[in-house]
């Protein structure tokens, strides 16, 4: 769970995709049976393809993906502390 909460912090935190973008990135997801993490580890073709990212849009993803290790530190770091992520 805590690993998962990490790729959705992710997502949220990508800047410059509005949120309707986003919203329609989880509900493809959701239609496909594929969670968030697969989407972060799906090839830049399937986003293109299948979730109709432009290139600067490619870019911010992979850059959030480069980022990934510190909203897991942030997960982790706010659970600690007792918070609830839904």
Known sequence: MNKELTYWLALTHVPKIQTKKK?????????KGKSIIDFFE??????????????????????AKKELSTYAFLVEDLLEQGYSIL
């Open 23 to 31: 919203n329609e990135i989880i509900v493809r997801l959701f239609e």
């Open 42 to 63: 799906f090839k830049q073709s399937v986003w293109e393809n299948d979730y109709e990212l432009n290139q600067s849009e490619i870019v911010l993803f992979e850059e």
